[in-house]
């Protein structure tokens, strides 16, 4: 009996030794959080929490002093005993300076910052909410980070890093938004997303080509929308949302619903945005001014005088988003969710073609406007949890978009009216794993297909009879696809130290067939088919020696496979040129280099810098060519040089990110972002000139006023200039985008504005946020675009929330 409870008390003790678990959750959000030191000071005892935000502290027992710690949050300090009385479940809060934590851009899956050898900067709902911004082009804008062009209101084309356009990546929910025909122009898809409905929204900087393929070489930007949560009880909450703003006249409604239980959930979002013709400041350069505008009136074109100089006629337009989730999660290893989004703009004006005058005097187009922008995406995201061999999660995307797009343009007093249509079906299928391995390891694996059908229409109308005929495509019809493997591998080498490597093998073709075209250009091919590999790698170190100081290294690889836009378009890059297809495209490849360096002082400094190299070689640029021996054809009526992209060029990045922000006295908090980047092309005869792509030197100061359910910030956006000489080559020919300078050459100003926004909680269902935007009423563009920012703004939203 003796010897059966001694074996007992073994057992018991050996259980309870065991069964010391410790659960470390952010607090707030109750988020488990991975890789939190827990340590013993001088001595060896040291231990880390695992994926769930626990670990066994069994070896602790006793200890008096046992320290908490995760960079970016603030160290908690308990006795054994302590931990014990509280149920070894401990909370620990973010520091009110911090480097950012849980991110899922860089693999798919949530990390956290600690684990990422890459840049990556978070806008939050709380800074979508209090800056206000209209469209999802100005949220990407309000993180200091990202520099957006605008050709016209309804727009919005980021520049991250030096590259723009189709060298940058857009996912929602993970699924990959860039098609076949996201052009190398400055492109305006990302309006098509809604701020509203965006929960949160980061910004992976550098290549991303491992993880997410083609295109992710400057930056990936991961839009996750509103997220069905369950709930242990029945729940029901919402918020309504109504906005106006005088620079154009903004009338906005937005109301989303989330609902759910145990098993199932759901979220419903709708929202109405109507903008008026934009109004630029008072201020700044004549030459950006709107004296006259074209009115057609019995079929006869006519330039009118505007009343108002300052209002960009026309540039107005409205648009609608709905999202609709579904979430069912029968048990805790199933989670089924599907995700319906649709997005539709109004016709609007393409406002830069139409500042656009011939020497005569007369403008070069009565109209030039976008049909409606469509989206639509179905999504099935499947995931299971499952600790086999294998994996231990394991996610299922698949998705369906639908993109929809058109141009309509007329010369002036021309009758005949263009429309080039356009429509991608885009389907997608992505198959992720996660393996946890013993002693600090992890892999994540996946499996990439994507297919995108381009259908391609011209129709020329008569306005004058009515008369309707086919016109030249802008695209063949086409057939663009895309299959891959990824694996990257993460170790945790110390508590201090981790390195992370990459691979992917991506196999893409794309199918022309031109025969739309074939009767109104010399095509001296009817058809392409293009096919073609890439191989990429990624390494990276994370060394982290105290919780408040972090450094990263990373070199990677990305690439951009030829798409539809680049083999096959015909269209007018600038008066006098026109771009024909070339079907002997390759792939151009990235190497980027990294260095970041990141320092928490107590609790009221950070200091964030990141210098970078990106050199992209085989780059697709515009140059010179011939169609059927023809250095120059007839279009749209006049005598064109012929451009094409071509494989014949380098361009190289060198940037410097930099971040501040500092704790002040009286609850106010001090913050800065500044970016300086400088790019070179090679151009045709073998010199170099500044790329396209990369802006002046740009960034955000703010000063922010926090207390209990009061925000206020004061902040002042700005940006560099660019004298001619400056200027790339290619905008150098868009003298109408720019200022003049006093020998008559165009040039980009620099700028700044001071600007005021506000948020007040005035009950605990109902928010007030104001803002005073552009105080000083400059006049402004900012580099590349064609339309003036807004001049003095004043914007009012209230939140209703239940």
Not at 41 to 52: Q, V
Not at 137 to 150: R, T
Not at 168 to 173: F, G, M, Q, W
Not at 321 to 328: A, E, G, H, P, Y
Request: net charge neutral; glycine share 8%; proline share 5%.
């Amino acid at each position: 009996m003796l010897r059966l409870g001694l074996l007992l008390l073994i057992i018991f003790q050996f259980g309870t030794a065991k069964g010391q678990i410790i659960s470390i959750r952010e607090s707030g959000s109750e988020i488990p959080l991975e890789f939190v030191n827990i340590a013993v000071p001088k001595s060896k005892l040291l231990i880390h929490t695992n994926s769930k935000g626990e670990a066994d502290i069994s070896s602790f027992k006793g200890q008096e002093k046992i320290e908490i710690r995760l960079f970016g949050y603030i160290q908690v300090t308990k006795s054994y005993s302590q931990l014990q009385s509280e149920g070894f479940l401990v909370y620990i809060e973010a520091s009110e300076i911090n480097l950012q934590q849980a991110v899922v851009s860089a693999t798919k899956w949530s990390q956290s910052r600690q684990e990422v050898p890459s840049r990556i900067t978070t806008i939050t709902s709380e800074e979508r909410n209090l800056l206000n911004p209209q469209t999802a082009a100005d949220l990407l804008g309000i993180s200091g980070e990202v520099f957006v062009q605008k050709s016209q209101q309804g727009g919005g084309s980021p520049m991250i890093r030096g590259f723009s356009t189709n060298r940058l990546l857009y996912t929602v929910d993970g699924v990959r938004m860039n098609t076949a025909i996201f052009r190398s122009g400055n492109l305006h898809n990302v309006i098509s997303l809604d701020p509203f409905a965006t929960e949160s929204t980061e910004v992976f900087f550098g290549p991303g080509s491992i993880i997410y393929g083609s295109d992710a070489i400057g930056a990936v930007m991961s839009f996750q929308t509103l997220q069905a949560q369950i709930a242990e009880r029945k729940y029901l909450s919402g918020n309504v949302t109504l906005r106006t703003s005088t620079a154009n006249s903004e009338k906005t409604g937005h109301v989303h619903l989330k609902y759910g239980s145990k098993k199932w959930a759901g979220v419903t979002s709708i929202s109405s945005h109507n903008f008026d013709d934009l109004k630029m400041g008072s201020h700044g350069p004549e030459e950006f001014l709107r004296p006259t505008y074209v009115v057609t009136e019995n079929n006869q074109d006519i330039l009118v005088e505007n009343p108002n100089p300052k209002i960009q006629v026309p540039s107005g337009y409205n648009q609608l988003n709905l999202m609709q989730k579904i979430r069912f999660a029968p048990n805790q290893k199933w989670d089924f969710q599907y995700g319906f989004h649709y997005s539709e703009t109004s016709t609007f004006s393409r406002y830069d073609r139409l500042i656009r005058f011939r020497p005569n005097g007369q403008p070069r187009s009565a109209e030039w406007k976008y049909g409606p922008q469509s989206w639509m995406m179905n999504h099935l995201k499947i995931s299971h949890t499952s600790d086999t061999k294998a994996f231990d999660q394991v996610t299922l995307n698949l998705a369906l978009q639908k993109f929809g797009e058109s141009r309509i343009d007329r010369n002036f007093n021309d009758p005949i009216r263009r429309t080039r249509t356009e429509e991608v079906m885009a389907y997608s299928a992505n198959l992720d794993f996660l393996k946890t391995f013993p002693k600090n390891a992890k892999l994540f694996y996946g499996l990439e297909l994507i297919q995108n059908d381009v259908q391609s229409t011209g129709q020329d109308e008569n306005i004058n009879f009515g008369e309707i005929s086919v016109g030249p495509a802008r695209y063949p019809d086409a057939t663009w696809k895309s299959y891959a493997a990824y694996g990257s591998y993460q170790k945790k080498l110390t508590s201090k130290s981790l390195i992370q490597a990459g691979l992917r093998y991506n196999y893409f073709g794309l199918k022309a067939d031109f025969s739309n075209n074939m009767d109104f250009y010399p095509f001296p091919f009817e058809q392409s088919n293009n096919r073609e590999s890439a191989l990429t790698a990624n390494t990276g170190w994370v060394y982290t020696p105290a919780p408040d100081w972090t450094v990263h290294v990373n070199a990677s690889t990305g690439f951009r496979a030829p798409n539809v836009d680049d083999i096959g378009k015909v269209f007018d890059s600038e008066p006098g040129t026109v771009m024909v297809p070339n079907p002997d495209l390759e792939a151009e490849y990235a190497y980027n280099l990294e260095l970041n360096m990141g320092k928490v002082f107590g609790d009221w400094m950070m200091i964030d810098l990141t210098g970078y190299f990106t050199h992209l070689d085989n780059a697709l640029v515009r140059r010179a060519y011939n169609l059927n021996g023809m250095d120059s054809i007839l279009y749209d009526g006049e005598m064109s040089k012929v451009l094409a992209l071509q494989n014949a060029a380098f361009v190289r990045i060198l940037g410097l990110q930099a971040a501040l922000e500092i704790k002040l006295p009286m609850n106010l908090t001090f913050s800065s972002r500044l970016n300086l980047q400088k790019g070179t092309e090679e151009t045709d005869d073998g010199s170099q000139s500044p790329t396209r792509h990369a802006p002046p030197t740009f960034g955000v100061s703010r000063l922010e006023y926090r207390k209990e359910k009061l925000t206020v910030q004061l902040f002042s956006e700005y940006s560099g200039g660019f004298s001619f000489e400056q200027l790339p080559l290619e905008e150098r020919g868009k003298p109408e985008l720019y200022a003049i300078d006093a020998n008559g050459t165009p040039y980009s100003p620099s700028w700044a504005t001071l600007n005021l926004k506000g948020m007040y909680q005035t009950h605990k269902h109902l928010t007030i946020s104001a803002g005073f935007e552009n105080i000083t009423d400059i006049r402004f563009r900012t580099y590349s675009s064609g339309i003036a920012a807004p001049g003095r703004n004043f914007i009012l939203s209230l939140m209703a929330n239940f």
